[in-house]
Nanobody, 111 residues
Framework: QVQLVESGGGLVQPGGSLRLSCTAS????????VTWFRQAPGQERELVAA???????KYADSVKGRFTISRDNAKNTMYLQMNSLKTEDTAVYFC?????WGQGTQVTVSS
């Protein structure tokens, strides 16, 4: 049974930074593509970034150059470093691994 625990969300001013973490248990983490999604109020859930088992990465156009996805297979953990945050980045952020969603963590960018 896959379990995911997210952390790192919060309130930050525009231009600030946050790092999200998602730690998995119950799977061989290194075998899976891991992905971050986000969902803003009233909007569809959207892909933010993904990282493959070979550490190839993919980003939504809206976050390219500002966000970095990474993984530490020894810790069964994936990260999303978010820099130069904008108000439009405000959303609940979810990790997805092996068909299982994390519980979500709120990111609010506001002055």
């Amino acid at each position: 049974q896959v379990q995911l625990v997210e952390s790192g969300g919060g309130l930050v001013q525009p231009g600030g930074s946050l790092r999200l973490s998602c730690t998995a248990s119950g799977i061989i983490f290194s075998n899976y593509v891991v992905t971050w999604f986000r969902q803003a109020p009233g909007q569809e859930r959207e892909l933010v970034a993904a990282i493959t088992t070979n550490r190839g990465t993919k980003y939504a156009d809206s976050v390219k150059g500002r966000f970095t996805i990474s993984r530490d297979n020894a810790k069964n953990t994936m990260y999303l470093q978010m820099n130069s945050l904008k108000t439009e980045d405000t959303a609940v952020y979810f990790c997805l691994i092996a068909g299982t969603w994390g519980q979500g963590t709120q990111v609010t960018v506001s002055s």
